[in-house]
């Protein structure tokens, strides 16, 4: 039995019926990541010692699991703070760095006896969408190694894919949850701003960061969910709301849903339209209702945030000077160890967006730049709340087009952000949406389609989530790259 | 607009970055393909609409100034400094 292959809920239900013992459902997590990951590069770190002492203290003879997290092996985007365990964000600028401190959500997992597999790769500080940009190269899509990943946290969705963990912890500021999720053919959900916790989270931009959870079902993503939303009076932007908890069986209620067709007229991949009509024939059968709807600034969306996400970098990343944490390259002078330290610390893509970012903000160009944007930020929100007063659910493709090859994007930074063009609105307006397995291209590659809910509409969009699933019977098989890779 | 050499020199010394003489022209050429694809946002008429710092309402909540939960030791934050002498962080000298 390939436990690792089952839903988080399935593994919980194999633990408490004593059918496999926490202990040897760990060390087929360990076995499975050291069989894959060298190929496919999903983990930077890894806490195995602390996740068998944890078990032979809390998993003992005539243990009981508390809850449906517990003995569970999770893994945990690699920007996000662990106390003891090396957090390096991608970059050769925290490369050494342990904090001192579990960010609030690992607080939480923890308080479950949840396990903590380990850290997980991601492009630079969160910026990139096929985690090609990580200081520790690249991860390899589990259905074909020649593909990228997505990203940013393309090694969360690598690590669920490919059964090297139960769920994973991702972070989300453009789409960065919802898009490897979509390439690997997982589930990706990102909350509504301010569920969950931004403590101990490193920041990229701060009125766009949210953590998210990946899995193999939107059950699983639920579980983690209950545990890591909620208000932290730690967190000022936390919203003074309790956890998101969705019952399992609960209907979903009205699911009327609107398609900006004319938005989706151009650009878009013909494998992932076909997904897109097929899918709304399948669900229509379902008793799900369609219908178009306008957006009519959604093309501004891109320019909107690569704008305000990149403005808000620049403030973000100016901790990074070789004084507290972190890389430091020594000099005479301060001004000169700052610079020297920047520079040889941060990758390219990384220098791109802080200096476009400091560019939008400085004297002369704020107003045209910044401001423009955040004017054009109220406008786009404005057409996804007059479009969710008249649908419960909007729908559109999560990627424009399936995973793309290693490379192919790398020379033109530009076409690279073009691939967020349906993610990124959905920062802007701080709203939830979920990217859920659709099916796949005619080369065999995932493609994920995303529904966008009204903002604190959370429950109500997981559990259209799991009608979803129930009507589309997208099959869950073993993905290519890694049947072959655990073959040989 | 073109992003000139002049410009990207002025924004890598605000922002305490170095650019090497070779990368400049690469730089100007990225920044400036970014710069002339988000111009698009001047075709938004945007006469009557007020700037959003954020997606949702709201507004920062505020709380006594004590000392709370969630503090850190100072040997806790020290540890990870690159270097450190009698409680401070060390660096080159700064004048």
Known sequence: ?488 | MTISKAIVEHVARLCRLSVRPGEVERFQKELGRIIEYVDKLSEVDTSLVEPSSHGLEGTTPLREDVRGPGSLSREDVLQAAPASDRGHFKVPRVL
């Open chain 1, 1 to 488: 039995m390939e436990y690792c292959e089952l839903s988080l809920a399935e593994m919980g239900r194999k633990l408490d019926a004593g059918d496999v013992a926490p202990m040897e459902l760990l060390e087929r997590h360990l076995e499975r990541i050291r069989r894959l990951n060298g190929t496919f590069n999903a983990y930077v770190s890894l806490n195995e010692a602390a996740c068998r002492e944890l078990l032979e203290r809390r998993a003992g003879r005539g243990a009981r699991r508390s809850n449906p997290l517990a003995w569970i092996p999770v893994a945990v985007k690699d920007n996000i703070c662990t106390a003891g365990l090396r957090t390096t964000c991608g970059s050769r600028m925290l490369e050494r760095y342990v904090p001192p401190y579990d960010a609030t959500v690992v607080e939480r997992l923890r308080d479950r006896d949840c396990l903590i597999l380990g850290k997980t790769n991601l492009d630079e500080f969160g910026m990139g969408s096929s985690n090609e940009t990580s200081f520790f190269g690249p991860c390899r899509n589990p259905w074909d190694a020649g593909c990228v990943s997505g990203g940013s946290s393309g090694g969360s969705a690598v690590a669920v894919a490919a059964g090297m963990a139960a769920a994973a912890l991702g972070t989300d500021t453009g789409g960065s949850v919802r898009q490897p999720a979509s390439l690997c053919g997982i589930v990706g959900y990102k909350p509504t701003y301010g569920l969950v916790s931004r403590r101990g989270l490193v920041a990229y931009a701060s009125s766009l960061d949210q953590i998210g959870v990946l899995g193999r079902a939107v059950e699983d993503v639920a579980l983690v969910t209950e545990c890591i939303s909620g208000w932290d009076p730690l967190d000022s932007t936390s919203v003074a709301r309790e956890a998101v908890k969705v019952d399992a069986g609960e209907a979903p209620g009205s699911l009327r849903v609107g398609v900006p067709w004319t938005w989706l007229s151009k650009g878009v991949h013909a494998d992932v339209v076909e997904t897109l009509r097929r899918a709304i024939a399948k669900l229509g059968r379902a008793g799900w209702v369609f219908e178009e709807i306008e957006m009519p600034h959604a093309s501004f969306s891109i320019a909107a945030y690569y704008v305000v996400a990149t403005a808000e970098a620049s403030s973000n990343l100016a901790r990074y000077d070789g004084v507290r944490y972190g890389f430091r390259e020594d000099a005479e002078d301060v001004h000169t160890m700052y610079c020297a330290t920047r520079s040889a610390g941060f990758g390219d893509e990384v220098k791109r967006r802080i200096m476009l970012g400091t560019f939008t903000l400085s004297a002369g160009y704020h107003d045209a730049y910044y401001l423009k944007a955040q004017k054009v930020r109220t406008l786009i929100r404005q057409d996804y709340l007059n479009a969710l007063g008249r649908v419960d659910f909007i729908l559109v493709p999560t990627s424009p087009s399936p995973a793309f090859r290693l490379g192919e994007k790398t020379d033109d930074p530009l076409q690279m952000y073009l691939s967020d063009v349906f993610t990124v609105g959905v920062n802007l307006a701080g709203l939830p949406a979920i990217s859920l397995p659709a099916g796949f291209s005619e080369d065999g590659l995932p493609v994920g389609l995303q529904l966008i809910g009204a903002a604190f509409e959370d429950e109500r969009l997981l559990r259209a989530g799991r009608a979803w699933e129930q009507a589309m019977e997208v099959p869950r098989s073993c993905p290519t790259a890694v049947k072959k890779a655990l073959a040989t």
